[in-house]
């Protein structure tokens, strides 16, 4: 079922991405209800990279997969595009998920298929694309990230620098609006780790993709635009960089 | 529609593909499914197929029997006069004593003692529907000699090829000597090991205790244009409760109908074949719940770009029918083989058919989609909200 955009002025409605008010979640039932976010509040506009941190445990995590809509919203609201995620159903969470690009700690590529196909992976979803578009868009995608040359590899076959460049361009290939990134370095070693989040930083730039990266790393935190820390399941005021 | 079949990405036959190893074990194990199948359904056609041979090949419309008759090798005697009524009815043409019974000879290559069927009837009818004994049956006219099943089960070899060259055989049964003068084809069955055909004369002969008044089929002619199942029913009003009237293809179901039923082989042969069905199951199981549980991660990652479960089970099952689908290849060409060599060891007919090529095809189709319904259950694993 498609679902209703409510952007009545997309020229100002489409500077926000990301609208949460009075977030709150919850982890069991009963006795055991644990609460894990406590009354999040935050705006993320088009083409922004936010960095996010705190310590493992804070609620990074499920902050992220309530976005990504992996997870369903409980209380609270939360806007993606205008579209609201509290009270979303199956077939809701799909339609976000579709436009949303997601890069893992781990690059988890299928191991089945070659670094070409895995891309085109990312735009089968997508029925506006014919089969010639999509080879087109997924070579494209992977020259962009430097490994035109593996287009038929497997990842087996694959550094992890490349496999996790790999992971961009099929997030990216689709052109989402919004790129949620969970540790992307976690795995990589300094120089990788390095090339790997310029290389989210330009080619979101390049789409006008915005951006939010969690992450320990801090060796990356300068290709914020904002950085914004969790801790205890509260989101701390973030230092705006511009 | 068409084109979203063509866009998609056959991950299905990607992955399997991509673990060739895998693969060749799982379509052994498909393959070895499929031949205990074929071999169990193959022997079971053939034992509904030798078993009913020489009810289908009486020259008889109707045919008469003792109710206590259980099978072609066992049918038991009614008396002769009930033949002799049946022609009092409206549109019977001709009515044929056949007599019958296991006979102890000794096998006139080794010499043993050895059982065979021993059929005794008048020379001057054709009361079988065989060519090759019509045209010999009328030396069975001279006393003590009989024509020989060459398909029989058994050492004969090289007694028939001697009788091919046209020489005669003697034996013994029953303390006669016996002279086989010719050959026919028949066959054996799970019944019997093969069969000797005799004149009524010569039957009563060897076996004296046979009265000549106990027949064990009657078989009747229809005249032209009556209608058989009529014949019939006034047939069984016409005679005593002592004698059962089946028209020929009630008779082949009744003989049929009592080694399915009644003959434990019949239920060991449909057991032997939901066995194999069984062991196919298991082995497509353990194949794809392994594949589900090695792909749970990307699985889970294809949940979380949008992918829908039903794309995941859609993988599933597109492994599922690729493996049963080569699986069968190689179930379907190594039986064919294997029932020649059996047919060879057993004088039994077992041949390949396109039905059971079909059924079995069913089956394995059936059998892979099963596993692979039960190894969806895996999937509930890819939760793509602990992807992150």
Redesign the interface.
């Known amino acids: 079922m498609p679902i209703q955009e409510t952007q009545t002025n997309p020229q100002t409605e489409a500077q926000t991405v990301i609208a949460i008010a009075h977030l709150a979640h919850y982890f069991g039932t009963g006795e055991l209800r644990k609460q894990v976010l406590y009354d999040i509040h935050l705006t993320i506009s088009a083409g922004e990279i936010v960095i996010m941190t705190g310590p493992s445990g804070s609620g990074k ?1 499920t902050l ?2 309530l976005m ?1 809509g ?2 369903s919203v409980q209380t609270g609201s939360l806007q993606f595009l205008g579209v609201e995620l509290c009270g979303a159903n199956a077939d809701q969470l ?2 976000i ?3 949303i690009g ?1 890069i ?3 690059h ?6 070659t670094a070409l ?1 895995n891309v ?3 735009l ?2 997508h ?1 506006q694309y014919t ?1 010639a578009e ?1 080879r087109d868009r997924a070579i494209h995608a992977l020259e962009a990230v430097g490994l035109g040359d593996r287009l038929d590899y ?1 990842p087996a076959n694959l550094s992890g620098g490349q496999k996790q460049r790999v992971a961009i361009a ?1 997030a990216l290939v689709s052109q989402p609006k919004l790129l ?1 990134a ?1 540790e992307p370095t976690a795995a990589l070693d300094r120089q990788s780790g390095r090339d790997v989040v310029t290389l989210m930083q330009h080619l979101a730039q390049e789409q006008g993709c915005t951006i939010l990266l ?1 992450t320990h790393d801090n060796r990356i935190l300068d290709v914020a635009d904002r950085i914004v820390a969790m801790e205890d399941g509260r989101l701390l005021i973030g230092e705006n960089r511009e | 529609m068409l084109s ?1 079949f ?4 056959w ?1 299905g036959w ?2 399997l ?3 060739p190893s895998r693969l060749l074990v799982a379509l052994a194990g498909i393959a070895f499914a499929d031949v205990l199948m074929f071999m169990q359904l193959g022997f079971q056609a053939s034992l509904f197929n030798s078993n009913t041979r020489i009810a289908r090949s009486l020259n008889a419309d109707i045919i008469l029997v003792s109710p206590k008759a259980k099978n072609a090798q066992n049918l038991s005697t009614f008396s002769r006069r009930r033949l002799y009524q049946a022609q009092d009815v409206a549109g019977v043409a001709q009515a044929m004593p056949l007599y019958s019974n296991i006979l102890t000879w000794k096998n006139p290559q080794t010499r043993q003692d050895t059982l065979i069927q021993l059929m005794g009837f008048d020379p001057a009818q054709d009361v079988f529907l065989l060519p090759e004994l019509n045209r010999q049956q009328d030396i069975l006219k001279l006393p003590d000699v009989v024509l020989f099943d060459r398909r029989s089960r058994g050492r004969y070899g090289e007694a028939i090829a001697q009788l091919e060259t046209g020489q005669f055989i003697t034996t013994e049964a029953e303390g006669r000597t016996l002279t086989i003068r010719g050959l026919i084809s028949l066959g054996a069955s799970f019944g019997t090991d093969g069969s000797l055909m005799a004149s009524d004369q010569t039957f009563l002969r060897l076996l004296p205790r046979r009265n000549p008044g106990s027949i064990s089929l009657g078989l009747l002619k229809v005249e032209p244009g009556a209608d058989v199942a009529t014949v019939a029913a006034q047939l069984r009003q016409h005679l005593p409760s002592d004698v059962h009237v089946f028209t020929q293809a009630e008779f082949i179901a009744k003989e049929q109908n009592y080694w399915q039923k009644e003959s434990p082989i019949g239920f060991i042969f449909t057991m032997g074949t939901a066995m194999a069905f069984i062991v196919g199951v298991v082995i497509v199981y353990q194949v794809l719940s392994t594949d589900v549980n090695a ?1 749970l ?2 699985y ?9 479960h039903r794309y995941l089970l859609g993988v599933i099952f597109e492994e599922a029918v690729i493996l049963a689908v080569l699986g069968f290849l190689p179930g379907v060409i190594l039986p064919i083989g294997l029932y020649q060599m059996a047919a060879r060891a057993t004088s039994l007919p077992i041949a390949m058919t396109v039905y059971r090529a079909g059924l079995v095809f069913g089956l394995t189709l059936l059998m892979c989609l099963l596993s692979g319904a039960i190894a969806t259950r895996r999937l509930q694993g890819a939760d ?2 602990d ?2």
Do not use: C
């Open positions: 995590t992220l997969t990504g992996l997870r799909v339609y998920r579709r436009h997601y893992f700690q781990a988890n590529l299928h191991g089945s298929l196909q085109r992976m990312g089968e979803l029925p089969i999509m497997y099929r949620l969970d969690v | 979203s063509r866009r998609r990405t991950l990607l992955q593909s991509h673990e792909h991660q990307e889970a990652t294809f949940k979380a770009m949008g992918y829908r793509p909200a992807m992150f």
